[in-house]
């Protein structure tokens, strides 16, 4: 969302687009593997919850400030703005994917491990459509519905993750 949706509807705002896509590619998913040693060592040590909790929290704020500014027309420099956000969106989905893993790590047995985090993955890289869905989503009432509307399943999905993990 940071680097595919945001930064393509924020892009032209600060000059030269495709360097500034690729500025938020780099702030996302460096964001997001520099938080993966951390969950890591959190899972090991914390209620199953928290971690899924912790990513889908900053993924909720993350699309809710993303909403904000790509509604905030007049915000001057408001492309400098993804920059936290872009953080805020990498470190959800780091958390969430090494969250991810380590329940399937508790879920499987030793025969059952590698398909069962090749499952993972295949579902978990779906969301690599989400631009494509958006693109089409915001034919209908533009694009901040939209990924306001990515903010409130991310954070509807807190009270569903934390009874399931209990």
Request: charged share 10%.
């Amino acid at each position: 969302m940071s680097f595919a949706v945001l930064a393509d509807l924020l892009g032209g705002d600060a000059g030269l687009p495709t360097a500034y896509a690729g500025v938020m590619v780099g702030v996302t998913l460096g964001s997001g593997v520099l938080i993966q040693p951390v969950i890591r060592r959190l899972a090991q040590t914390a209620p199953p919850s928290r971690p899924p909790i912790a990513g889908l929290l900053a993924a909720t704020v993350g699309m809710t400030a993303g909403a904000i500014l790509v509604a905030s027309t007049e915000l001057p420099g408001r492309a400098f703005w993804l920059l936290p956000i872009a953080v805020l969106l990498g470190i959800g989905y780091g958390t969430l994917l090494v969250a991810g893993l380590v329940e399937v790590e508790m879920q499987a047995g030793p025969r059952d491990h590698a398909g069962l985090v090749a499952v993972f993955y295949v579902i978990a890289y779906i969301g690599m459509g989400t631009p494509y869905v958006m693109a089409e989503l915001s034919r209908f009432g533009g694009p901040v519905p939209w990924i306001a509307a990515m903010a409130v399943i991310c954070a509807l999905l807190i009270p569903l993750t934390s009874r399931q993990l209990r």
